[in-house]
C-alpha cells in the first residue's frame, strides 16, 4: 500500500528494521547510519515498523542508480 502526498511517498513496511538488515545482509547498526543519513540528506522522512515515508522519490531513485 502506497500514498502519495506531493513528492513524498508513503509506504507500508511492515517489516523491523532488524529483519531489513538481515535481508541487506549488513548489521542492523549499519542500516539506521544509512537511514541516518538518507533523512539528513532530505530523501527520507521515516522509517518504522509500520511505514516508510520517501520525502525525494527521484533523488532516492537516482542514488540507488549510481
Do not use: F
Not at 24 to 30: D, E, W
Not at 34 to 51: F, N, P, S, Y
Amino acid at each position: 500500500m502506497s500514498q502519495a502526498s506531493g513528492n513524498a511517498r508513503e509506504l507500508s513496511s511492515g517489516i523491523s528494521q532488524t529483519k531489513l538488515a538481515n535481508l541487506l545482509g549488513i548489521h542492523r547498526v549499519s542500516l539506521l547510519r544509512v537511514i541516518q543519513k538518507l533523512k539528513r540528506d532530505g530523501a527520507l522522512q521515516e522509517l518504522t515498523r509500520d511505514r516508510l515515508v520517501i520525502k525525494d522519490p527521484k533523488w532516492l531513485r537516482s542514488l540507488a542508480m549510481q
